[in-house]
């Protein structure tokens, strides 16, 4: 079976990063990075450019703001590594979209329970602030606090990034 490695922290906090080494430690011939974002204005295009020059050219792109568990049961096999960053701003598009939330993430799960090669996650941990003030900001905090349970239960590894030091949790 398959390694399933969650990397949890908060921004800016070193988890993509981390989250890059370990995908790289494994002896996969190819590299597969799902990213979850949408570019919607020129502050995520440069922020996307940044992921990607810091990555270098030997990683494959796909992006998946949505079809995340599809594309997972079709890209994770064989000789392939997988990196999906990240699991918040996947959680939003489906959170905006109206999206069956529980039915996404349990779609999720099962796909990374199949995986037929190594799977790296990256999650933001939203909950360790004030209660937000309005009932989006909360439901989001809600959602992405059971999101990141449910993969944390599922995972074979999980750690958590603070000031770019990893900790495991698991």
Same mark, same amino acid.
């Given at each position: 079976m398959a390694p399933i490695i969650f990397v949890l922290g908060g921004a800016r906090s070193g988890k993509s990063r981390f989250a890059e080494q370990r995908t790289r430690a494994f002896a996969a011939q190819e590299k597969i990075y799902i990213a979850t974002a949408e570019c919607r204005d020129a502050e995520m295009e440069s922020r996307i450019a940044q992921h990607r020059s810091s990555r270098g050219l030997d990683w494959q792109t796909i992006e998946a703001p949505y079809r995340l568990a599809e594309i997972l049961i079709a890209e994770? !096999? #064989?000789? !392939? @590594? /997988? +990196? /999906?960053?990240? *699991?918040? *701003?996947? +959680?939003?598009?489906? %959170? %905006? &979209? #109206?999206? =069956? +939330?529980?039915?996404?993430c349990e779609g999720l799960a099962s796909a990374l329970a199949g995986a037929g090669g190594p /799977?790296? %996650?990256v999650s933001n941990e939203v909950g360790l &602030?004030?209660? $937000?003030?309005?009932? %989006?900001?909360r439901q989001f905090r809600d959602e992405a606090g059971r999101l990141n349970q449910k993969i944390a239960a599922v995972a =074979?590894? @999980?750690?958590?990034?603070? @000031?770019? *030091? $990893? *900790? !495991?949790l698991k």
């Open positions: 994770a !096999r #064989g000789n !392939r @590594a /997988v +990196l /999906v960053d990240c *699991l918040t *701003l996947w +959680l939003t598009n489906h %959170l %905006l &979209s #109206g999206a =069956d +939330l529980e039915a996404e /799977v790296v %996650l &602030s004030i209660v $937000p003030e309005n009932a %989006l900001a =074979d590894e @999980a750690w958590f990034v603070a @000031a770019g *030091l $990893p *900790l !495991r």
